[in-house]
């Protein structure tokens, strides 16, 4: 079994282990569409969406696999949907992005209602680059790195607490019960570690 098969079967079960997780649904999806699954990784990103609506960057990889299945209709459908959602929670990256789509497949682009000048909540300012980050203008910035590599200065500039707390204090703990991870290994830290890239969005 290829490695990337190896991710599927582990996503999977994750996914049916717990049916509700959106992140296991979204990343099986992702693994799905790197290998060609287009059929598995809709329905993957449909449970995603069905479980956090407001996910705007799924509604992009959505719209790129019913594309690649020849579903423009769906996928217009999908990319203009998307666009609203991504415009109001000031998602940048992916509204731009399925703005391109729009365009390049010859059809209109909604009007943006609030863009890039939506101003914060709640929050302190900081933009999580995560994807899925369900905080939007609520964001706030880690007090300091977690950790003191490079990647904890990475985390630190681009993930909110918020999604660190999540990450720390729920999908980690699935992530080492599900998968049965030794964290006492190099090979279990290793998975832990690459996991948790993943999740945060900072492979």
């Given at each position: 079994m290829s490695q990337l098969q190896d991710r599927i079967t582990q996503f999977r079960k994750m996914a049916n282990d717990d049916p509700d997780n959106e992140l296991g649904h979204f990343r099986l999806g992702q693994l799905f569409m790197e290998a060609g699954q287009f059929?598995?990784?809709?329905?993957?990103?449909r449970r995603t969406l069905e479980l956090s609506p407001h996910f705007s960057k799924?509604?992009?990889l959505?719209?790129?696999c019913l594309l690649k299945l020849d579903k423009r209709a769906d996928a217009v459908q999908v990319l203009q949907q998307g666009f609203g959602v991504a415009d109001e929670r000031g998602d940048n990256m992916p509204r731009d992005e399925m703005a391109k789509m729009l365009k390049e497949l010859g059809e209109a682009v909604p009007a943006s209602k609030k863009g890039a000048a939506a101003t914060g909540a709640g929050g302190d300012?900081?933009?999580?680059q995560r994807p899925g980050c369900m905080f939007g203008n609520r964001a706030r910035q880690l007090p300091a790195p977690p950790m003191k590599d490079a990647l904890g200065q990475k985390i630190h500039a681009t993930v909110c607490a918020d999604c660190w707390q999540e990450w720390l204090k729920n999908y980690s703990i699935k992530v080492i019960n599900e998968l049965r991870l030794d964290l006492s290994s190099e090979r279990g830290q290793a998975e832990y570690d690459q996991h948790m890239r993943e999740f945060l969005g900072v492979e």
């Open positions: 059929e598995d990784a809709v329905q993957s990103f799924v509604f992009q959505l719209a790129t300012g900081f933009r999580c």
